[in-house]
C-alpha cells in the first residue's frame, strides 16, 4: 500500500470514530432524538466507507482513480447537502435571511453538478487522483477546482451562519456554544478544501523534491483538521440534540418578540418615502371596507354568511402596510430587509402557535396613556394573519395569484396593492384585468376611488355637497 492509501485509511479511521461516537451518544443519551443521531453515524459511516474503498487504487488505472475519488466526493457532497438543508430549515436562533437560507438550499444542487462535471471531466480525460506524491498534467487543477471550489464556497458560507448564530444575539449560551462548535468543525472543514486545491497545485507545478517535502506536510495537517473537524461536529451535535426544550422554545420566543418589536416600529412609524405616493390606498380600502361591510349585513339580515366582519377593515389595511414596507428601501438592526424581517416574524410566530405552551401564554398591554389595556395571545394576534397571508401569497406561491377563494378584505388589500403597483405587472394584470378577486371586491374598490375624485374636486371647487 502507498503512503497516499494508507493516508486515505486513516480518514476514514477517523469518521469511523465518529461514527462510534454518535452511536455510544446514542445509548446514553435514547431520548435525544436517536433517529437522527443514528442518520448521523451511518452518514460518518457512510463517507468511511468512501475513504477506505480508494486506499487500495493508488496502482490503478486513472479512470479507476477518477472512480474511487468520485465515491470520495460523493460522500461529502451528500453530507454536506444534509448540513446545508439542516441549516436552513432548523437554525431558529440564527438572524438568518430569507436569501441566506435559499443559499443554503442551493448548496446540495450546487454540490451535485459540480461533482458530475468533476467525475464527466476525469473520465473524459483521466488524471492520476490518487498518486499523491506523483506529478500531474496541466488538466489535473481545472479538473480539482471544478469540484474543489464549490465545496469550499458550500462550506464556507455554511461557516459564516454559524458563526452569526453564535452571536451575542442568541440569547441561551448552550445554544451559542453548540453553533460556536458547528462554526469551527465548518472552517476547518474549508481549510482542508484549501489545503487540496495547493496540494494540486503543488501536484502540476512544483518539482520532484518540493512535492516530496511539502505533500507529506500537507498530508498531515490534512488529517488532523480532519480529526478537528468531526470532533467540532460530534461536540455540536450531541449539545444540538441534548437542549433542554424549554431553552429553544424560550429562545425562540424572545427572537420572536424582538422581530416583533422591530416590525411595529417599522409598520406604524415608518415616514417618508415608503408611504410617499400611497398616502390615498388606505383612505381607498377605508372606503371599500364600508360598502363591503354594508352589503354584508344585508345578506347576512337575507340569512347569508357574513362574508366581511367588521374586523376585516383592519386586516385589509394591515396588508396593504406590510406590502408598502415589503416594497420600502428600509434598513433594520442588523441590516435586515423589510422582506427578511416579515419572513422571519411568520416563521417564528407559526413555530410558537404549535406549541400548546406558547400559543396559550397572554399578557395584558397598555395602548398608551389614555387607552385601556387589552389582553393579549399569540393565537389572538391581529396582524398575524394578514402577515401568514402575506408570507404565503408573496414568499411561497409561484403559479401566480388566485385569490377567488381568499377572504375578501384579502382580495381588497389585493385588488389595493396591485392598483399601486406594489406587487408586481404580473399580480397587476391578474388581478385588475383578468378578474382574480371577486367583481363585487373590485367594484367597491373602484367606487371608493370615485368618491375620493368627487370629494376632492368639491374640495377645490368649494362646492358643499
Known amino acids: ?95 438568518v435571511t430569507f436569501s441566506e437560507r435559499a443559499v443554503l438550499r442551493a448548496c446540495p444542487y450546487i454540490l451535485g453538478t459540480a461533482l458530475a462535471c468533476n467525475v464527466l471531466s476525469g473520465l473524459l480525460f483521466p488524471v492520476p487522483v490518487l498518486e499523491f506524491y506523483a506529478g500531474a498534467p496541466l488538466r489535473y487543477v481545472p479538473y480539482k477546482l471544478v469540484l474543489l471550489v464549490p465545496e469550499t464556497f458550500c462550506v464556507g458560507f455554511s461557516a459564516y451562519v454559524f458563526f452569526k448564530a453564535a452571536g451575542p444575539s442568541v440569547q441561551v449560551r448552550r445554544i451559542r456554544l453548540q453553533n460556536f462548535s458547528f462554526f469551527l468543525g465548518s472552517a476547518f472543514l474549508d481549510a482542508i478544501g484549501l489545503q487540496a486545491i495547493a496540494k494540486a497545485c503543488l501536484r502540476v507545478f512544483a518539482d520532484w523534491q518540493t512535492r516530496h517535502f511539502l505533500i507529506p506536510v500537507l498530508l498531515k495537517s490534512e488529517l488532523v483538521l480532519t480529526a478537528l473537524f468531526v470532533g467540532c461536529f460530534v461536540a455540536g451535535i450531541a449539545l444540538y440534540y441534548s437542549k433542554d426544550e424549554k431553552d429553544k422554545t424560550m429562545e425562540r420566543f424572545a427572537r420572536w418578540r424582538r422581530h416583533r418589536e422591530v416590525f411595529d416600529r417599522a409598520l406604524w412609524s415608518l415616514t417618508g418615502s415608503a408611504y410617499e405616493g400611497h398616502a390615498s390606498i388606505l383612505a381607498h380600502v377605508a372606503v371599500a ?177
Not at 474503498?53 to 466526493?73: C, E, F, H, M, N
Not at 451528500?78 to 436562533?93: F, T
Not at 389595556?373 to 402575506?390: A, N
Not at 404565503?392 to 389585493?414: K, Y
Open 1 to 95: 500500500m502507498s503512503g497516499g492509501g494508507a493516508h486515505q485509511l486513516q480518514i476514514a479511521a477517523v469518521f469511523a470514530l465518529a461514527c462510534g461516537l454518535l452511536l455510544c451518544y446514542r445509548l446514553i443519551r435514547p431520548n435525544s432524538r436517536p433517529g437522527v443521531i443514528l442518520a448521523f453515524s451511518l452518514l460518518c459511516a457512510l463517507v468511511s466507507l468512501c475513504f477506505a474503498s480508494t486506499a487500495y487504487l493508488s496502482d490503478d488505472s486513472p479512470r479507476a482513480q477518477v472512480l474511487g475519488s468520485a465515491l470520495v466526493g460523493l460522500g461529502v457532497c451528500v453530507g454536506w447537502s444534509v448540513v446545508s438543508l439542516k441549516q436552513a430549515d432548523h437554525l431558529w436562533a440564527a438572524e
Open 289 to 465: 371596507a364600508d360598502e363591503l361591510g354594508r352589503r354584508s349585513e344585508e345578506e347576512e339580515r337575507d340569512g347569508l354568511p357574513r362574508a366581511f366582519s367588521t374586523d376585516d377593515h383592519r386586516k385589509a389595511a394591515d396588508t396593504v402596510r406590510i406590502l408598502i414596507l415589503l416594497n420600502s428601501k428600509e434598513r433594520f438592526s442588523d441590516r435586515v430587509s423589510p422582506r427578511s424581517l416579515v419572513f422571519s416574524l411568520n416563521r417564528f410566530h407559526n413555530y410558537l402557535l404549535k406549541n400548546p405552551r406558547t400559543a396559550s401564554i397572554s399578557w395584558r398591554i397598555t395602548d398608551g396613556d389614555t387607552h385601556p389595556t387589552h389582553l393579549y395571545s399569540l393565537r389572538s394576534d391581529p396582524i398575524h394573519e394578514p402577515l401568514s397571508k402575506v408570507s404565503n401569497h408573496i414568499f411561497a406561491d409561484r403559479s401566480g395569484p388566485n385569490l377567488v377563494a381568499e377572504p375578501q378584505w384579502l382580495q381588497l388589500a389585493a385588488v389595493a396593492a396591485a392598483d399601486a403597483g406594489l406587487l408586481g405587472s404580473e399580480w397587476e394584470h391578474r388581478i385588475l384585468e383578468r378578474r382574480a378577486v371577486k367583481e363585487r371586491v373590485l367594484r367597491a374598490y373602484e367606487n371608493a376611488k370615485l368618491a375620493t375624485q368627487i370629494r376632492r374636486f368639491s374640495e377645490r371647487s368649494s362646492i358643499r355637497p
